[in-house]
């Protein structure tokens, strides 16, 4: 039996040519996300291992909170020279390297930001004897050694156009400062990897910008060979004051290290092995449908192989050996494809402003056996099925038909399968519907319920395809008289053939469907607030988390000729029970020209008289209502640990994303707060602001690389350019799927042709001419194909809807849209694959030989 499966393999490649194409393409997307997570882990642990090789303890600050910043914004630390001497003079320490380090955001030439906001920093360059650095090897020109100069690392320079001599602007917490670029340096730093820019000063500047002098932000020792780091460890938190320092061993840190790179690695690798999954998933129904196809054409063979002796169990073993053997070959195949895939999945994502470190490509042993056992395992799985059929075939009848029928009661009980798991997954989506929480457990319900959606769509599909491919062949006959009611007859004739071709598209359908209405639905959301909750003309906002504004700055925007209101926002946060929240403090008075505001218990009045104002969400959650007085604890200050404050609920309104959760005046904020700093400002313009207006806060502000100055114009493009970034990366690994639907319609139809020759031959031998025979089969896969789009983009639609409910809480703006114009696009693309999937069979039915045709068995 194994030597006819291997016969059969060989006899019928041609026919198992597009199976074989699926099992490939699947089984090349697991390779290449496996080779690729391997090969970008392997990178960052190396670049990770090569940037603590010295390190033996690292002492780092305890920050606790912004008590830790002075009077004039800069962080006081514990770190300073008596210190560094002190653990100096350990027994076993070779050198102790004092870093300095903090945020830093460059401007490049074009005046544009550089990097990714939170992860640009600058630091020390600390010279040896020899004048340099050795974390930061020289690549043209010297260190930075005078307070008007600095040095880049050389992905920063290159990004921001910087060379040797250039004049670097750039800005920390403060004005925008400007310094002469004298080095440029390589470096493994993970954020420069990421994406970060990085700029080094010398140590007396970086403690000017960031602390004061003498102090660090850490402390790096290193050994002599064969000191016990743990040791020295314990030596060294012995020496640091109480809570305001800790201690790590060099091992600890390559632990940690290596704990997050495996952990992001793990989160991306999940994420692009579901894609692999779908389309995996996808091309079961390819391979299911072509080894029913298969097996129907061989009923002969199988009943004589069963008349001399064969049993049921020797056929179902030679199918899934036939089925094993071409996994095998398939997922080799997909295996050497995927190192490529691999290659290019990175050059995609770098292109489209990922960062990853170098290295060369990783392919791990367990890769080769995870890739060949997927291909195997799940060609062996779609092909069980018809294994089975195959085996209930009777010698007798088998020898005296071409195809057995399918029992009638087969598809009815499917059909009951499906209504029941489709009932099922559509209640689940309905009462989720009515809950607008997005918690974990309504997530995972909406997997659920999103899964038996589609699998009870799938079940039902031979249902569907009767009143769907009757409608379209209303219109195909009208149009194309005898070629296109034959189409239509084709694809009815067998219902469970055309659901399984037309199910490939549509799972690919329903998630594009179902992403793209959500993705133009958060679009809609997104305008909605900017243009009802924000009313304010402008938003200036730090481009780094890591610092707030200046005071100062609220002061200069106001002053800008055609600025009516400036109003700023600043909060902190406290502890209201067992929940946290956070309180914004604000101005005021000036409060209604920037954001609409809606109460429904108490006024602003009420709160201008004393108390704070909280969300409608933020009451249900404490059980709040308006004229409470509450008792929190606030935690942005040590001194305010273990205090109780008493606050008066003077309000209640409906949830606002531009206020949050709760505010109050700044004269309640304000003293929680050592140095007030606000996160954002609100700005109302003279005739709803203009591009002049902007130029002028801009350059009230110095030009800062460091400060946002936003419209809602440029706030809606922020918000479109994230959705659309991961709407084309969803799309984009999504079609692997689509491609093997394809793959699976062509191959339908081609063996559907081979399985209706002698049918073909005869409708030539009464008249039906080649171009007839050729649009017959265009419109059957057109047929095909628009009824799987049709069922796909409804259940997306469905799916998208009752799943946008449950953001309701999260995102009260939320609207659901029916982009229409894709929509359509989507129907228009599913016509032209029908019409591009017949080519190949289409020619091949029409070329066939007339009498040969009429005589084939």
């Known amino acids: 039996m194994l030597r006819t499966a291997l016969r059969n393999v060989l006899a ?10 699926a099992v490939l393409l699947g089984t090349a997307f697991v390779a290449g996300t496996l080779i690729f997570s391997d090969t970008i882990g392997e990178a960052a642990k190396n670049a990770s291992t090569r940037n603590l090789k010295d390190v033996a303890v690292s002492v780092e600050t305890v920050r606790t909170g912004t008590d830790d910043e002075s009077a004039d914004g800069k962080r006081t630390t514990a770190l300073d020279e008596k210190l560094a001497a002190r ?7 070779a050198n102790v390297r004092s870093d300095v380090n903090g945020p830093a955001t460059l401007a490049g030439k074009d005046g544009r930001p550089v990097g990714e906001d939170w992860r640009n920093r600058a630091v020390n360059y600390l010279p040896g004897k020899d004048g340099r650095d050795d974390r930061y090897p020289l690549v043209q020109g010297r260190g930075p050694a005078a307070a008007d100069e600095l040095a880049l690392a050389e992905a920063t320079a290159k990004a921001a156009g910087y060379r040797i001599g250039d ?10 400062l400007t310094k002469k670029l004298v080095g440029i340096v390589s470096t493994d730093d993970r954020q420069v990897i990421a994406g970060g820019s990085l700029a080094l000063f010398d140590t007396a500047t970086a403690q000017r910008l960031y602390l004061h002098p003498g102090q660090f932000s850490e402390l790096v ?121 691999a290659v290019g999945l990175r050059a995609v994502l770098d292109a489209n402003g990922a960062h990853f470190p170098d290295g060369p490509v990783v392919v791990k042993p367990a890769t080769v056996l995870y890739t060949l056992a997927v291909g195997v395992v799940v060609t062996v799985l779609a092909a069980w099925l018809p294994s089975r059929k195959a085996a209930k075939i009777a010698p007798v009848e088998a020898l005296n038909t071409v195809e057995a029928p399918l029992a009638p009661r087969s598809l009815v009980l499917r059909n009951s399968l499906g ?48 009143p769907l491919v009757s409608l379209a062949g209303l219109v195909t006959t009208r149009l194309f008289g005898i070629s296109g009611k034959l189409a239509k007859e084709n694809a009815l004739r067998n219902p469970r053939r055309t659901a399984a071709t037309a199910s490939s598209l549509m799972i690919g359908l329903t998630l594009i469907t179902g992403m793209t209405v959500v993705g133009e639905s958060a679009q809609r959301g997104m305008d909605k607030m900017a243009a009802t909750g924000l009313t304010a003309d402008y938003k200036v906002t730090a481009g780094s988390v890591m610092t707030g504004l200046d005071p100062e700055l609220s002061k200069k925007v106001a002053q800008v ?55 409608e969400k933020e009451a249900a959650e404490h059980h709040w209502k308006a004229g409470d007085q509450v008792t929190v604890e606030f935690s942005d200050k040590p001194s305010d640990a273990g205090k109780q404050t008493k606050l008066k609920v003077a309000a209640v309104y409906r949830d606002n994303q531009v206020i949050g959760t709760s505010f109050a005046d700044m004269s309640l904020v304000d003293p929680h707060l050592p140095r007030p700093k606000n996160d954002e400002l609100l700005v109302k313009a003279d005739g709803g602001g203009s591009e002049k207006i902007a130029e002028e806060i801009r350059h009230a502000l110095g030009d800062s690389p460091l400060l946002k ?149």
Do not use: C
Not at 88 to 93: H, I, K, N, S
Not at 167 to 176: C, I
Not at 567 to 577: C, D, E, M, W, Y
């Open 12 to 21: 019928h490649k041609a026919r198992l040519m597009m199976t074989a194409l």
């Open 87 to 93: 653990i100096r003079a350990l027994p076993g320490v």
């Open 167 to 176: 004049t670097v602007r750039f800005a920390t917490d403060g004005p925008v």
């Open 221 to 341: 020792v290193t050994t002599h060979p064969g000191t016990d780091q743990q040791a020295l460890t314990a030596q060294v938190r012995a020496l640091l004051p109480k809570d305001r320092a800790t201690a790590t061993s060099g091992a600890e840190l390559a632990a940690q290290q290596a704990k997050m790179v495996t952990a992001q690695n793990s989160a991306m690798s999940k994420t692009l092995l579901t894609f692999a999954g779908i389309a995996l998933f996808v091309g079961v129904f390819l391979i299911a449908n072509t080894f029913t196809m298969l097996i129907s054409q061989r009923s002969r063979e199988i009943a004589l192989m069963r008349a001399i002796g064969a049993s049921r169990r020797q056929v179902v073993r030679s199918v899934l050996a036939e089925a094993g053997l071409l996994g095998l070959l398939s997922s080799a195949i997909g295996f050497a494809l995927g190192a490529g895939i």
């Open 419 to 466: 209504l029941l798991v489709t009932g099922v997954g559509v209640a689940v989506m309905l009462y989720l519907s009515t809950f607008d929480v997005a918690d974990e457990n309504n997530l995972l319900l909406a997997m659920a319920g999103s899964m038996l959606t589609l699998v009870g769509m799938i079940i039902l599909a031979p249902l569907l395809s009767r």
């Open 561 to 615: 000729p055609g600025v009516r209101a400036m109003v700023p926002l600043r909060g902190t946060f406290f502890k209201a029970g067992d929940g946290f929240g956070r309180l914004t403090g604000t101005d005021l008075a000036q409060l209604p020209a920037v954001t609409a505001l809606d109460f429904t218990q108490g006024s602003l009045d009420a709160v201008r008289a004393g108390g704070i104002a909280v969300s």
């Open 709 to 857: 100055v936003q419209s809602h114009a440029d706030l809606s493009r922020e918000a479109a350019g994230e959705i659309d970034t991961i709407m084309n990366m969803v799309l984009g690994l999504l079609a692997m799927a689509l491609v093997i639907a394809v793959v699976g319609v062509v191959n339908t139809l081609a063996m559907s042709v081979f399985e209706r020759t002698r049918e073909i031959g005869m409708l030539r031998a009464i008249g039906l001419a080649r171009s007839g025979i050729k649009q017959m089969v265009r419109l059957e896969s057109v047929v095909i194909s628009l009824f799987g789009a049709v069922l796909g983009m409804g259940v997306g639609i469905f799916l998208a809807w009752s799943g946008g409910q449950l953001t309701g809480s999260a995102f009260p703006t939320y609207e659901m849209v029916l982009p229409w114009g894709r929509l359509g696009l989507f129907l228009l693309i599913a016509l032209v694959v029908g019409v591009l999937a017949a080519l190949w069979p289409a020619r091949r039915a029409a070329r066939l030989n007339m009498l040969e045709a009429i005589g084939a068995q």
